[in-house]
């Protein structure tokens, strides 16, 4: 049984009625780099609190100077598309090449785009 | 005499880092949960690398070509000037961290000291440790409120952490003649003069994570100035050196 909209949809949750106790709800880290403009999905961790979850991700995950800033986001927060649904979801789009602007002519006064 | 001293503090600073981080190196690949077992280890190299500068700089002053190599790996149990607080055995998560936050609120002041320190080298190397090791007090700091404001048995862990580990908090402010001749030559702090910050900080940790610093304010001695160190320390040696001890100039 996968949760809906959890962010591991294919992941069954280990018996939902009887709640796992003594874990730390999981969070997911996101990092923006030296030079990167937005923050990037690197992975997850538990933490107790938002706070706890800020100083793991600065151990776990900027140890080598990757970050300049943290976000931490509870998992279960995250809404997220089913795998399943890929067909109905994405596959549409494939046979819509015109939806590419290549097919203009770009007049030279534009410039570089 | 005056190189002597700075000698003596020197090895203090350095002694203090490396056995702690020693001690705190222990837990890599067997803490509680990975993000801990992780963040331990982080602390841990800190105190290692803070160990290099400190003990790098001790050899030079002192002139006989050991490098802190040498320091660390070929002096035995009476050469170690470190705090006893710092070699006491790890017990558990909980001890540990109380350990680790006692440690850590003193030595984020002394740092900040150190950093106006009249020997330049020595101020710059504060510089580079103090931002570690104000993460490490704002870390320990929040997981001895965590741990003590938290369940029946994690108070109860934490408060004997902390009846158990008190004794030794008295050593890190007596003042003895090498702290004396540092203080006049504008090295170093005079260690009392870090024991106000170091109360009120402690007070509200303690007080934030429902604990009661015992009243006695009794303190064992004798490890900063190597006259008597615990028994775990030689142990400690047994295991950190043992490679430099049965591979004499062993290296990668």
């Not at chain 2, 680790?100 to 190397?125: C, P, Y």
């Not at chain 2, 109360?199 to 994570?209: I, L, N, P, R, Y």
Request: glycine share 8%; with cysteine.
């Amino acid at each position: 049984m996968s949760a809906p909209n959890s962010a591991y949809p294919d992941t069954p949750e280990a018996q939902p009625e009887k709640p796992k106790r003594h874990e730390w709800p999981l969070w997911e880290i996101f990092i923006r780099g030296q030079h990167g403009m937005s923050h990037r999905h690197v992975g997850s961790l538990h933490a107790a609190d938002a706070e706890m979850a800020i100083k793991n991700a600065r151990d776990v995950y900027t140890r080598r100077n990757e970050g300049v800033s943290i976000w931490a986001v509870q998992a279960s927060h995250i809404a997220a598309s089913s795998p399943s649904h890929k067909g109905p979801l994405y596959e549409p789009s494939e046979s819509k090449v015109y939806r590419h602007p290549t097919f203009f002519d770009i007049p030279d006064e534009v410039g570089a785009m | 005499m005056h190189d002597n001293a700075t000698f003596e503090f020197l090895c203090r600073m350095g002694d203090n880092t490396l056995v702690l981080g020693h001690r705190v190196s222990e837990w890599c690949g067997v803490s509680p949960v990975l993000e801990e077992d992780i963040a331990l280890a982080n602390t841990a190299l800190d105190l290692i690398g803070q160990t290099q500068m400190w003990l790098g700089l001790a050899g030079d002053i002192e002139g006989k070509g050991r490098s802190a190599d040498d320091l660390a790996m070929l002096r035995d149990v009476w050469d170690f000037r470190n705090l006893l607080l710092v070699e006491q055995p790890n017990g558990d998560f909980g001890q540990t961290l109380m350990r680790q936050f006692l440690f850590d609120a003193w030595h984020v002041r002394m740092l900040q000291a150190l950093t106006g320190s009249s020997d330049k080298r020595i101020a710059e190397i504060a510089a580079k440790a103090v931002k570690e090791a104000s993460y490490h007090v704002e870390r320990s700091g929040d997981t001895v409120i965590g741990l003590g404001d938290g369940t029946a048995e994690s108070h109860g862990r934490m408060q004997a952490a902390l009846d158990l580990l008190w004794p030794y908090v008295g050593e890190m402010f007596i003042c003895d003649d090498v702290d004396e001749a540092m203080k006049s030559a504008g090295i170093a702090p005079d260690p009392n003069d870090l024991r106000a910050g170091f109360d009120s900080h402690v007070t509200q940790v303690m007080t934030d994570a429902t604990l009661l610093i015992p009243e006695d304010d009794f303190a064992h001695k004798g490890g900063k100035n190597g006259h008597r160190h615990s028994e775990h320390l030689g142990h400690m040696l047994t295991q950190m050196q043992w490679l430099q001890r049965a591979y004499p100039g062993a290296s990668w």
